[in-house]
């Protein structure tokens, strides 16, 4: 039995956390078994960092294929190490995981989802009693763990949901209604009353379903909803509110003149905003125009804190308004800390993650979507029409990224460009450089590069800004050429 359980195991590569979990395809990588030595490594984790003891951890999932039952395994896991356990009885959204975390003082929770990835992907993530996702020494911790079990598997202890009921480890409970409450809170209804906006929404066969669109009516804004029935292959797409995923939702928006569209992907931790004619409006802007809007609007003021990668178009918003910025590496767990101390007035970074002060340590699809229609509402302007006046007030920022999939000696080539950084891309002298997460490199003329090479994956991810989008094409092509 156990050369069977080590021939299980060991095939496999080891598990490797990324900035929000670990994730693997089904049936290959994310399978039961190792699932279960990922929900141990957890439970150990808890049981020597708890002080008072483990306490009660709340486990959650998405709408992807054998969700429930894969939040089952990790809920037997974890009670079978003497951990009380509640799992939701419903599909869940990633921040009501976190509002659940710090409103009941839980332990912390995990979620069975992959977030954004294809159908065929899903995944673990673990978020600690402070509700943020886990910062690096956490998950560096859980994922040595897990490999060690992996090369010398032991008995993992199980407790099946009977047994655990029976003992009062086990709870299955159905979560949401406060969090909308609190987020509803957050919100102006006033405005959305005055208003009488007209949305489409999309919550991409996820989780979102249920509290965007029900928090939108009850606000007063007429709704249209789309991919609401339940379907864990996604249609054949990925569960991610950018790109080609968005075409259905532009035709939506564009053929039925609705003020905006909105989207979250499958956890609905991000977003994706269409503007009227169903012009999408990438994260960058968003985040910055939630800072003008929150400032101006709503009289707010605090730091803003934003990822390495975000444009510098939040910094020029936030010195128009005598803001500082605070420069996070990549990954909401660094922003997420801030919130968590009440630090900042709203964290974002260019993937589509945004939370504000006195809401979560975890980024919020569906806080910033509502964030969005209430400053359309307010505003009674297009999003175009807002993001033209803040660049005639602070300057224009045109941010672009691409993702380059290398070879072998691709990758030699971008390390041996970082350690000897060029005097020049593209025409633009290097000023300065920064190594907070990956490189980034200063040029003149206010341009920027971020070349930042994948944790996880053969790639590189490539950030350029400008302050004309034919500039950051020029910029990107010429960072291009230099890496491949």
Not at 33 to 52: C, F, M, N, Y
Not at 170 to 199: I, P
Request: hydrophobic share 40%; glycine share 10%; aromatic share 6%.
């Amino acid at each position: 039995m156990a050369d069977q359980k080590s021939q299980t195991m060991n095939g496999k590569e080891p598990i490797k956390f990324g900035t929000s979990g670990w994730r693997g395809i089904l049936a290959e990588d994310f399978t039961f078994d190792r699932v279960r030595v990922v929900a141990q490594s957890i439970a150990e984790h808890l049981k020597e960092t708890s002080g008072d003891g483990p306490g009660r951890v709340i486990v959650g999932y998405d709408t992807r294929f054998l969700g429930k039952r894969f939040a089952g395994t990790v809920a037997s896991v974890l009670a079978g190490n003497g951990i009380g356990v509640i799992r939701s009885t419903d599909p869940v959204p990633t921040p009501v995981v976190s509002f659940e975390i710090i409103q009941r003082k839980l332990s912390g929770g995990v979620t069975v989802t992959a977030s954004h990835n294809p159908p065929e992907w899903n995944g673990l993530k673990f978020s600690p009693a402070w509700g943020g996702p886990a910062l690096p020494e956490t998950t560096r911790q859980i994922e040595t763990r897990a490999n060690a079990l992996l090369e010398d598997p032991t008995e993992i202890p199980r407790m099946e949901q009977a047994e655990a009921e029976r003992k009062g480890i086990w709870k299955e409970e159905r979560t949401g209604d406060a969090y909308r409450e609190k987020v509803s809170r957050l919100l102006d209804r006033s405005v959305f009353e005055q208003g009488k906006l007209r949305v489409a929404v999309d919550p991409f066969w996820g989780t979102s379903l249920g509290y965007l669109d029900r928090i939108l009516l009850e606000m007063g804004a007429a709704i249209d909803l789309i991919h609401d029935e339940r379907n864990p292959n996604f249609g054949g797409i990925r569960p991610d509110p950018e790109g080609e995923s968005l075409a259905e939702l532009i035709g939506k928006t564009r053929e039925g003149n609705y003020d905006l569209g909105l989207a979250t992907d499958c956890d609905a931790d991000r977003f994706g905003i269409l503007d009227r004619g169903g012009i999408p409006i990438v994260p960058n802007y968003i985040i910055a125009l939630l800072v003008d809007y929150l400032v101006t609007d709503r009289k707010w003021t605090g730091k803003i804190a934003r990822s390495v990668a975000t444009s510098h178009l939040v910094d020029a918003v936030a010195r128009h308004h005598h803001l500082e910025v605070i420069e996070t590496p990549v990954g909401f767990k660094y922003i997420g800390e801030l919130i968590a101390k009440n630090e900042i007035l709203l964290g974002g970074e260019e993937s589509g993650g945004i939370s504000i002060r006195g809401h979560l340590p975890e980024k919020d699809g569906i806080l910033t979507c509502l964030l969005v229609a209430e400053m359309v509402a307010k505003r009674k302007r297009s999003i175009r029409a807002m993001l033209d006046d803040l660049f005639r007030q602070v300057g224009a920022f045109y941010p672009m990224r691409r993702d380059l999939h290398l070879s072998e000696k691709g990758r030699e080539r971008v390390a041996a460009l970082l350690k000897n950084p060029p005097a020049a891309i593209g025409g633009k002298k290097v000023l300065s450089t920064s190594k907070l997460d990956g490189t980034k490199f200063f040029l003149e003329g206010g341009s920027w590069t971020l070349i930042r090479p994948s944790g996880t994956e053969p790639l590189v991810r490539l950030y350029v800004e400008t302050p004309a989008e034919k500039e950051s094409e020029l910029l990107a092509a010429a960072c291009q050429a230099l890496i491949e």
